[in-house]
Nanobody, 114 residues
Framework: QVQLVESGGGLVQAGGSLRLSCVAS???????VGWYRQAPGKQREMVAG???????NYADSVKGRFTISRDNAKNTVYLQMNSLKPEDTAVYFC?????????WGQGTQVTVSS
């Protein structure tokens, strides 16, 4: 059973940065991994995805500000978030890309103050 655990969230001022980590356990390396977020009252949306070969994809709202990367040796995927905006406030989750229902974790809260 694959388990994905997110960490690295917190409270930051607008313009600040955070780096999120997603550690996968319980299986061999996951091919494609995505970061997703859900803000209060909104649907969960994909933020960024990365394939095992390093091909990336980003939501238009985060292009140029967020960078997804991975360390396959550590079974870890990162999301570097720069120039954060209040509208980036959400719970951030990692999952496979596309996501699998049984792989959602608790997420990590990111709050950006104005």
């Amino acid at each position: 059973q694959v388990q994905l655990v997110e960490s690295g969230g917190g409270l930051v001022q607008a313009g600040g940065s955070l780096r999120l980590s997603c550690v996968a356990s319980g299986s061999s390396t996951i091919n494609s991994v995505g970061w997703y977020r859900q803000a209060p009252g909104k649907q969960r949306e994909m933020v960024a995805g990365i394939t095992i070969r390093g091909t990336t994809n980003y939501a238009d709202s985060v292009k140029g500000r967020f960078t997804i990367s991975r360390d396959n040796a550590k079974n870890t995927v990162y999301l570097q978030m720069n120039s954060l905006k209040p509208e980036d406030t959400a719970v951030y989750f990692c999952n496979t890309w596309p996501p699998r229902v049984g792989y959602w974790g608790q997420g990590t809260q990111v709050t950006v103050s104005s």
